[in-house]
Nanobody, 124 residues
Framework: QVQLVESGGGLVQAGGSLRLSCAAS????????MGWFRQAPGKEREFVAR????????YYADSVKGRFTISRDNAKNVLSLQMNSLKPEDTAVYYC?????????????????WGQGTQVTVSS
């Protein structure tokens, strides 16, 4: 198993930036495909971005493409999400997730382990 703890959320004005981190412990971090998801009040959890175990392959939701960047440091067991040009509609609780299967993509059920989430609020 792997344990995941997110950090870096907060309140930011529209157009600003935030960098989220997800610290992993337990089983070897580099064996997992990783993803970021978010959930706004009253809405379903939605996919944001995913990255392959070695960091060479990334995939983004259309709503964040060109603004967000997912990355990982397997030596430090850290997953990151750099968020630029933030919009009020990016307001949500952001979760990192780990998948045992490398082919995990954009669906939440494909991920096996989840962090507790970190709140991101973007004011207009």
């Amino acid at each position: 198993q792997v344990q995941l703890v997110e950090s870096g959320g907060g309140l930011v004005q529209a157009g600003g930036s935030l960098r989220l981190s997800c610290a992993a412990s337990g089983r070897t971090f580099s064996t997992y495909a990783m993803g970021w998801f978010r959930q706004a009040p009253g809405k379903e959890r939605e996919f944001v971005a995913r990255i392959s175990w070695n960091g060479r392959s990334t995939y983004y939701a259309d709503s964040v493409k060109g603004r967000f960047t997912i990355s990982r440091d397997n030596a430090k067991n850290v997953l990151s999400l750099q968020m630029n040009s933030l919009k009020p509609e990016d307001t949500a609780v952001y979760y990192c997730a780990a998948a045992d299967l490398e082919r995990a993509g954009s669906r939440a059920y494909e991920y096996d382990y989840w962090g507790q989430g970190t709140q991101v609020t973007v004011s207009s």
